[in-house]
């Protein structure tokens, strides 16, 4: 997109979605989860992230593709790379983890609802502690492909504004 005077009027769009995109990603990864985290009981929490994490992967696998159509670093290897990572493992969220932690998180639900979860004492049973722990795998990998998601886009934008000095 060319205007009259012959500057490149795609450049601006591009740095405003990579503003959003990246921003959002950083935003509700390290500042809103962890204040709801610590906000809501845990159902709740868990509810909120449930309905969030689909739209917010699909954005994650989505968005570098969009970025890598429009940038302005066109034939730069290195960006192609950060942005396949970022939407690889935005992808990886989605079609992999969400629906693995999912399907663990309501095995959990369903042993507190059947009273499987602790034992006459009060302590929890080898297999909730078992199903929790196969959680807290999946969920620990599910956060490293979001921190790779967030760091490959954080890299590409230190790449595409040192273009502009």
Not at 56 to 85: E, K
Not at 144 to 164: E, I, K, P, Q, W
Request: hydrophobic letters at 40%; glycine letters at 6%; aromatic letters at 14%.
């Amino acid at each position: 997109m060319i205007n009259r005077l012959g500057l490149n009027t795609r450049v601006p769009y591009h740095f405003l979605f990579y503003s959003v995109v990246f921003g959002g990603s950083t935003f509700y990864s390290f500042i809103v989860s962890p204040i709801v985290f610590k906000k809501l009981p845990r159902e709740e929490f868990s509810n909120l992230q449930s309905q969030v994490f689909p739209t917010y992967f699909i954005g994650q696998t989505v968005s570098p593709l969009i970025l890598a159509l429009t940038t302005p670093l066109r034939g730069c290897p290195v960006t192609a790379t950060l942005l396949a990572l970022s939407s690889i493992s935005g992808a990886l969220n989605y079609f992999w983890l969400l629906p693995a932690c999912k399907t663990i998180k309501e095995e959990r639900m369903k042993l507190v609802a059947d009273k499987l979860d602790k034992d006459e004492s009060g302590e929890f049973t080898e297999e909730y502690k078992k199903v929790s722990k196969q959680f807290g795998k999946y969920h620990g990998i599910s956060s490293l492909f979001n921190l790779v998601s967030v760091v490959t886009l954080g890299v590409y934008g230190v790449l595409l504004t040192s273009r502009f000095k």
